[in-house]
């Protein structure tokens, strides 16, 4: 007998809750900014980033202090987000736990003096913003897009 399904999983079925759909999403961005930083132009002052600390006066979109660390964290958590949406548990915890990590990097732009060895990132007040913003909406999208799962199969009580 031949089957008309196709084999092995589809995109739409390995993404297919919209926890996993938006850590997908939100993982894509991730790479998305994480190639952006490398692009002169695109990232202004790409002449002064440095590797790693507050004496890069790389500006990613005129705005968001980057260095090539900075950059090489958003390609990582990227990577990280794209196959942890491969399950609904992973993509909750990439949601969430990523979101958490981002409030603790707000936290820390926050208590940090910007000009000193301790800015290593390098952050200024955007990225402060930018990432209270997506630590909050990463805790909210993976708690509540995986709030209650219902299989299809299961039927609805009323």
Do not use: C
Request: proline share 4%.
């Amino acid at each position: 007998m031949v089957s008309s399904q196709p084999s092995g999983p589809t995109a739409v079925t390995r993404y297919g809750s919209p926890v996993q759909k938006a850590a997908l999403a939100v993982s894509a961005v991730f790479l998305l900014v994480g190639v952006l930083g490398f692009i002169p132009g695109i990232t202004t002052n790409y002449d002064t980033m440095t590797f790693a600390s507050h004496h890069s006066e790389a500006l990613l979109l005129g705005l968001f202090n980057v260095s090539i660390l900075h950059n090489i964290v958003h390609l990582l958590f990227g990577v990280a987000g794209l196959l942890l949406a491969r399950t609904f548990s992973g993509a909750r915890a990439y949601l969430i736990g990523g979101g958490a990590v981002y409030l603790v990097l707000w936290l820390y732009g926050l208590v940090i003096d910007h000009d000193s060895a301790a800015n290593f990132v390098p952050l200024n007040t955007a990225d402060n913003w930018l990432h209270l913003f997506l630590g909050l909406g990463m805790i909210a999208l993976g708690v509540l897009l995986s709030r209650r799962v219902i299989d299809a199969n299961t039927p609805l009580n009323r």
